[in-house]
């Protein structure tokens, strides 16, 4: 009938399932929550402000000095360098409207006197340590992080701007080539016909007078043909991080937004009753340490057949490891502790209390026990190294016990600044010279004398060393190397050494013998 009169009939709809209204008898259904937002986007910088003028040439500058300087050495370079560089961060802020604050150019000036170390010492180990121990203050300058996870972090924050900040300055520069108010080409072309300008009459007056000639040479970098590709990369290599600092001074990650919140507080048995066990083992084994000190040396040969200097070499290095791994121990209680009342608050001050100053005995017995084995055997690198690095974990213990009474808020500052100042101080004392001035006592005491070791020392040596009588001095210093370069790669202790060798040439004796065995007291 229907498709006699040409209507149609729909299509049935399809099956659609019901879903059921939730009543009292019915099932619930829930909505589920949203999923929660990437980790990094609340540390995520801001977009920074358009980089400025005076931002692109101190970049350029740092760069331009990186390129021309750093291929004769550091020395006075390394802080050269590093002027324009904070000079480049200053700007970048300014710009974007951040006021740098009290504490960060603390960090900041913290930072660049770090610098003074390879300024200071020629040994390449202590400076290498403050150039790596420059970047905590440094970067913490450019963030102003506060908590545990922004003073880790913050170092990392240099790394995550350095893709951004190469299109950053690009669009600077591309903005400032376009021509209007902000051109630079007037002042490139003005820089360009300068340099052409003294290049030109520089080599004039070099060739006419040959004091000046030698006064040039000693101010300007010698760049010959053959090492220009590679000046050029490093050039390219430096303007590129100096963006990177300038762009995280401008819009510097969040790392305080980062980081575990509190542990979940453990019951005062479950918490308490290992560390109250670990204190007694500390108390024992500082009893120990006591009644050993009090024997003595006899009592040690007699009852271990030991020499006080084995004995002591034997311990040190467990009793440093101790040490690490209380601080650890120490970092997982204040999390797990509970927080619920003040007799909580005194429990936990109370056990951790008692368990860092047990520490500071086990330190003060490690390093009482390297104190030993130096003096039987001097000093070396090594034996300083580990020794400076125990003894700055004593502070660390320090800093907690304050933090304990005073608040933990100042404490990882406290922290990376205890250690910016530890590796300064280590530079500036000249470890290689102490090395030497040891050896050269124990010498005088009769033991025997490593020439050997002591000429692979750096120039910091030479002062200590020029007191030897011949031939075990020119032995010594013939092998230490103090070569010819220009102030800005001169450090203080390679040129006091060149004027100790000027004022007593060496003597040409042959040295294998000297070099490759002990010396007895008495060869003079």
């Given at each position: 009938?229907?498709?006699?009169?040409?209507?149609?009939?729909?299509?049935?709809?399809?099956?659609?399932?019901?879903?059921?209204?939730?009543?009292?008898?019915?099932?619930?259904?829930?909505?589920?929550?949203?999923?929660?937002?990437?980790?990094?986007?609340?540390?995520?910088?801001?977009?920074?402000?358009?980089?400025?003028?005076?931002?692109?040439?101190?970049?350029?500058?740092?760069?331009?000095?990186?390129?021309?300087?750093?291929?004769?050495?550091?020395?006075?370079?390394?802080?050269?360098?590093?002027?324009?560089?904070?000079?480049?961060?200053?700007?970048?802020?300014?710009?974007?409207?951040?006021?740098?604050?009290?504490?960060?150019?603390?960090?900041?000036a913290g930072g660049l006197a770090l610098l003074a170390v390879p300024v200071w010492s020629d040994a390449e180990w202590?400076?290498?340590?403050?150039?790596?121990?420059?970047?905590?203050?440094?970067?913490?300058?450019?963030?102003?992080?506060?908590?545990?996870?922004?003073?880790?972090?913050?170092?990392?924050?240099?790394?995550?701007?350095?893709?951004?900040?190469?299109?950053?300055?690009?669009?600077?520069?591309?903005?400032?080539?376009?021509?209007?108010?902000?051109?630079?080409?007037?002042?490139?072309?003005?820089?360009?016909?300068?340099?052409?300008?003294?290049?030109?009459?520089?080599?004039?007056?070099?060739?006419?007078?040959?004091?000046?000639?030698?006064?040039?040479?000693?101010?300007?970098?010698?760049?010959?043909?053959?090492?220009?590709?590679?000046?050029?990369?490093?050039?390219?290599?430096?303007?590129?991080?100096?963006?990177?600092?300038?762009?995280?001074?401008?819009?510097?990650?969040?790392?305080?937004?980062?980081?575990?919140?509190?542990?979940?507080?453990?019951?005062?048995?479950?918490?308490?009753?290992?560390?109250?066990?670990?204190?007694?083992?500390?108390?024992?084994?500082?009893?120990?340490?006591?009644?050993?000190?009090?024997?003595?040396?006899?009592?040690?040969?007699?009852?271990?057949?030991?020499?006080?200097?084995?004995?002591?070499?034997?311990?040190?290095?467990?009793?440093?490891?101790?040490?690490?791994?209380?601080?650890?121990?120490?970092?997982?209680?204040?999390?797990?502790?509970?927080?619920?009342?003040?007799?909580?608050?005194?429990?936990?001050?109370?056990?951790?209390?008692?368990?860092?100053?047990?520490?500071?005995?086990?330190?003060?017995?490690?390093?009482?026990?390297?104190?030993?084995?130096?003096?039987?055997?001097?000093?070396?690198?090594?034996?300083?190294?580990?020794?400076?690095?125990?003894?700055?974990?004593?502070?660390?213990?320090?800093?907690?016990?304050?933090?304990?009474?005073?608040?933990?808020?100042?404490?990882?500052?406290?922290?990376?600044?205890?250690?910016?100042?530890?590796?300064?101080?280590?530079?500036?004392?000249?470890?290689?010279?102490?090395?030497?001035?040891?050896?050269?006592?124990?010498?005088?005491?009769?033991?025997?004398?490593?020439?050997?070791?002591?000429?692979?020392?750096?120039?910091?040596?030479?002062?200590?060393?020029?007191?030897?009588?011949?031939?075990?001095?020119?032995?010594?210093?013939?092998?230490?190397?103090?070569?010819?370069?220009?102030?800005?790669?001169?450090?203080?202790?390679?040129?006091?050494?060149?004027?100790?060798?000027?004022?007593?040439?060496?003597?040409?004796?042959?040295?294998?013998?000297?070099?490759?065995?002990?010396?007895?007291?008495?060869?003079?």
């Amino acid at each position: 009938m229907a498709g006699a009169t040409g209507a149609t009939t729909a299509d049935p709809a399809p099956d659609v399932p019901e879903v059921p209204e939730p009543d009292g008898d019915g099932p619930r259904y829930e909505r589920l929550p949203d999923p929660p937002p990437p980790l990094l986007d609340k540390v995520r910088a801001a977009p920074p402000a358009p980089v400025g003028t005076a931002t692109l040439v101190a970049a350029a500058v740092t760069g331009l000095l990186s390129g021309l300087l750093l291929g004769e050495g550091l020395a006075v370079n390394a802080l050269l360098i590093a002027l324009p560089l904070a000079a480049a961060a200053w700007f970048a802020a300014r710009r974007a409207g951040r006021r740098p604050r009290l504490s960060s150019l603390a960090w900041g000036a913290g930072g660049l006197a770090l610098l003074a170390v390879p300024v200071w010492s020629d040994a390449e180990w202590p400076t290498l340590l403050a150039l790596l121990a420059a970047v905590g203050p440094g970067a913490l300058a450019l963030h102003g992080c506060r908590s545990w996870a922004g003073v880790l972090l913050a170092p990392f924050g240099l790394v995550t701007s350095v893709r951004r900040a190469f299109g950053w300055g690009w669009r600077g520069v591309r903005e400032r080539a376009s021509g209007g108010d902000k051109d630079l080409a007037p002042l490139m072309r003005s820089v360009l016909v300068a340099v052409i300008l003294l290049l030109v009459f520089g080599g004039l007056f070099a060739t006419a007078d040959q004091a000046f000639a030698d006064l040039l040479g000693s101010l300007v970098p010698d760049v010959g043909a053959s090492g220009a590709p590679w000046r050029i990369a490093l050039a390219v290599l430096v303007t590129g991080g100096a963006l990177a600092v300038a762009h995280t001074a401008a819009a510097p990650t969040r790392w305080d937004g980062l980081g575990p919140g509190p542990g979940r507080a453990r019951g005062r048995v479950e918490w308490a009753l290992p560390l109250v066990l670990l204190d007694l083992l500390f108390a024992a084994f500082v009893a120990v340490q006591a009644a050993v000190l009090l024997r003595g040396d006899d009592a040690v040969r007699a009852d271990d057949g030991l020499t006080y200097a084995a004995y002591a070499r034997e311990g040190f290095w467990q009793l440093l490891f101790a040490t690490v791994l209380t601080l650890a121990v120490i970092t997982v209680a204040v999390r797990v502790a509970p927080r619920s009342g003040p007799r909580d608050t005194v429990l936990v001050r109370a056990v951790l209390g008692v368990l860092c100053l047990l520490t500071l005995v086990v330190v003060a017995s490690a390093v009482r026990r390297m104190d030993l084995y130096m003096g039987e055997y001097g000093l070396t690198r090594l034996r300083l190294s580990v020794v400076a690095m125990e003894l700055w974990l004593g502070v660390v213990v320090l800093l907690i016990l304050a933090a304990g009474v005073l608040g933990t808020r100042l404490l990882p500052r406290a922290v990376l600044a205890s250690g910016a100042v530890a590796v300064l101080a280590f530079g500036l004392a000249s470890p290689d010279k102490l090395i030497a001035e040891s050896n050269l006592a124990a010498h005088r005491d009769g033991r025997t004398l490593d020439l050997g070791y002591l000429s692979g020392l750096s120039a910091d040596a030479v002062p200590a060393l020029d007191r030897l009588d011949e031939p075990l001095r020119s032995c010594a210093l013939r092998a230490i190397d103090v070569p010819a370069a220009p102030w800005y790669a001169t450090s203080l202790s390679q040129a006091r050494a060149r004027e100790i060798l000027a004022a007593r040439p060496l003597q040409a004796r042959p040295c294998h013998d000297m070099l490759t065995g002990d010396i007895s007291p008495s060869v003079r």
